[in-house]
């Protein structure tokens, strides 16, 4: 059975860090789309980062320069460093997982339950 189990949510200042961790088991990822969506309250989900087996990366421009995504294949897991965070980043975070992968949700064929990050004073 295909899970996706992230961890590192919580509570946060603006202007601080978090790093999320994504597990993944039950098949190999080390080929697949790897990376992280986020969905805010009355709002879409949307694509926060994501990282080829090859190491090319999508952020989307709101996040650029202050998230990092990472992925350790061989521990078959994704991480996403957050950095001087802001209270519009506060979403909940889901990890996904795909064979070819895009900017899309509906591409993504396997996705964690999420972990829930918020940016306040």
């Known amino acids: 059975q295909v899970q996706l189990v992230e961890s590192g949510g919580g509570l946060v200042q603006p202007g601080g860090s978090l790093r999320l961790s994504c597990a993944a088991s039950?098949?190999?990822?080390?080929?697949?789309?790897m990376g992280w969506f986020r969905q805010a309250p009355g709002k879409e989900r949307e694509i926060v980062a994501v990282?080829?087996?090859?190491?090319?990366?999508y952020y989307r421009d709101s996040v650029k320069g202050r998230f990092t995504i990472s992925r350790d294949s061989a521990r078959n897991t994704v991480y996403l460093q957050m950095n001087s965070v802001k209270p519009e980043d506060t979403a909940v975070y889901f990890c996904v997982a795909a064979r070819a992968g895009s900017t899309r949700s509906y591409d993504y064929d396997y996705w964690g339950l999420g972990t829930q990050v918020t940016v306040s004073s």
């Open positions: 039950g098949r190999s990822f080390s080929s697949y789309v």
């Open positions: 990282m080829w087996s090859g190491g090319d990366t």
